[in-house]
């Protein structure tokens, strides 16, 4: 299958401090991506669908201007949690969309952990 | 709303059979996805159905039938490695967008 890379895989930040995550699309041209967040033993939630050179999709409930998301090229995404609080530590996890045929392949995470 | 109910947990052992269920209540349905998750790592896709019938692939199965609002994931030959979490989604919609269900996580004893 396609090969989605995330960036970083952990990172640990301060209260207060913005965190960026990359995702992008190694084979492949994605002009959809999604953003999903997972607690521990709990399935998949998704954020926000990013769209290539237009403004994402946010899913309900999901601020804004708390996960910014920049889709910038078919083969890059990133989402940044401003202001980062502990209880946005998280796995935070990207999808590509692949068109052909319609599947989305996932980024193998990045844990956030929020002091 | 969109629901998805899978089991929670299922144990089965070693080289043996073993189904896992998903059942759906979705508007917009345009195809069903088993995903196979490890802890602490990311989804790894396993199969897609989209028209009823079976789809198989190696050990693993899936079944899809659109009018009950159901599906299931077969392995078969079980093997410790396949101790992993197995999740449902729907895609909805247009926008390819996928909701999940709760996942089941599966442990393979001796």
Redesign the interface.
Known sequence: GAVVSQHPSRVICKSGTSVKIECRSLDFQATTMFWYRQFPKKSLMLMATSNEGSKATYEQGVEKDKFLINHASLTLSTLTVTSAHPEDSSFYICSARDPVPDTQYFGPGTRLTVL | GQNIDQPTEMTATEGAIVQINCTYQTSGF??L?W?QQHA??????LS?NVLDGLEEKGRFSSFLSRSKGYSYLLLKELQMKDSASY?CAV?IGT?????????T?LQVTL
């Open positions: 345009n195809g996805f995903y602490g790592e990311a989804p790894t896709f897609y999740l895609q926008a390819s967008k996928l909701t999940f269900g709760t996942g996580r």
